[in-house]
């Protein structure tokens, strides 16, 4: 299974723009997991981008922003942690029946 942060906007001339951005199947639990702590909470969600440089230096983006997360459907949001969690169950057991051949 795929999972993707879609980022939605519109333009001035009102032109729908989005960007979709991959996550890793091994960062899914974890993207869930913050997710539903976010919506859980109801509180506001920090957005900032770090500038990583080849050397390794690291320098905090002067973009930021706040928002809050609101829930279509928690169940929904509970299907989706499941299949989830089958996924990397799956991938688990195929991962172990490759070590033992």
Same mark, same amino acid.
């Not at 890793?24 to 913050?34: R, T, Y």
């Not at 997360?69 to 299907?79: H, I, N, P, T, V």
């Not at 799956?90 to 051949?101: A, E, I, S, V």
């Given at each position: 299974?795929? #999972?993707?942060?879609?980022?939605?906007?519109?333009?001035? /001339?009102?032109?729908?723009v989005? #960007?979709?951005?991959?996550?890793?199947?091994?960062?899914?639990i974890?993207?869930?997991?913050?997710?539903? #702590?976010?919506l859980? =909470?109801?509180?506001?969600i920090?957005?900032?981008?770090?500038?990583?440089?080849?050397?390794?230096?690291?320098?905090?983006?002067?973009?930021?922003?706040?928002? /809050? #997360? =609101?829930? /279509?459907?928690?169940?929904?949001?509970?299907?989706?942690?499941?299949?989830? =969690?089958?996924?990397?169950r /799956?991938?688990?057991?195929?991962q =172990?029946?490759?070590?033992?051949?």
């Amino acid at each position: 299974m795929k #999972l993707r942060l879609i980022l939605k906007t519109t333009t001035k /001339k009102k032109k729908e723009v989005s #960007l979709k951005m991959n996550i890793a199947p091994s960062k899914h639990i974890g993207f869930i997991n913050f997710i539903n #702590l976010a919506l859980n =909470q109801d509180l506001p969600i920090d957005l900032s981008f770090e500038k990583v440089s080849k050397t390794g230096e690291r320098e905090e983006s002067k973009i930021f922003g706040q928002f /809050k #997360l =609101q829930g /279509k459907a928690d169940s929904r949001m509970y299907e989706l942690e499941e299949e989830i =969690q089958d996924a990397d169950r /799956k991938r688990k057991k195929l991962q =172990q029946k490759r070590k033992q051949h």
